[in-house]
């Protein structure tokens, strides 16, 4: 019974089906969006900037970790001298400044993210856009991601001229 139906189904989904794989023409082109996230010039500007954020944040984070090393050694080597209450008292706020260093750690790292995304958000849309544009200007029905294509002919291709399409429009994308 359950294969009955199977097969209906898969009749009237094959009928319904056929005569749009027949008559569609073959204006299929594919791309490869990592390439241009990765190439062009603007998204090397946004690479480009991230790894300057990242560098300098990393630095101030560095320097930070050997600050507070020195003070936890500090603290300790206070251990003997200091009386317990004191010592538990420093021990408190040197913790507390360790857990406000983790809070700005993760907060930064987390906004650097939040600009990575929205920059990335920006070429795409940009890319959208002149997709569009080429698809109207070139008679092009689908334009297919490249990671979703098994095998195709390397004149379906169109990562190449969009990408000079793309330098040519955009060359800095701006971090916010």
């Known amino acids: ?22 008559l569609s023409n073959n204006n299929t082109y594919y791309l490869d ?9 603007a998204g090397k500007s946004i690479i ?37 209450k004191e010592y538990l008292k420093e ?10 260093y983790q809070l700005s750690r993760n907060k930064t790292i987390n906004q650097i993210s939040k600009i ?5 958000r920006n ?10 544009d080429y ?3 070139n008679s092009i029905s689908y334009i297919i991601p490249k990671q979703n ?3 195709g002919k390397k004149e379906l291709d169109i990562t190449g001229s969009i990408l000079e399409i793309l330098n040519a429009k955009i060359k800095n994308i701006e971090l916010q």
């Open 1 to 22: 019974m359950i294969i009955k139906k199977f097969s209906f189904y898969l009749t009237i989904l094959f009928i319904f089906l056929y005569p749009n794989i027949t």
């Open 33 to 41: 969006i990592d390439y241009l996230m990765n190439n062009s010039l």
């Open 48 to 84: 480009d900037k991230l790894d300057k954020k990242n560098k300098f944040n990393k630095k101030k984070f560095k320097e930070k970790e050997k600050n507070l090393q020195k003070e936890e050694k500090n603290i300790i080597s206070k251990k003997n001298i200091l009386s317990e």
């Open 91 to 100: 021990a408190q706020l040197f913790k507390k400044r360790v857990e406000d």
């Open 116 to 120: 990575k995304k929205n920059a990335q």
């Open 123 to 132: 070429l795409i849309e940009s890319i959208t856009l002149i997709l569009a």
């Open 135 to 137: 698809a109207e200007k």
């Open 149 to 151: 294509i098994i095998i």
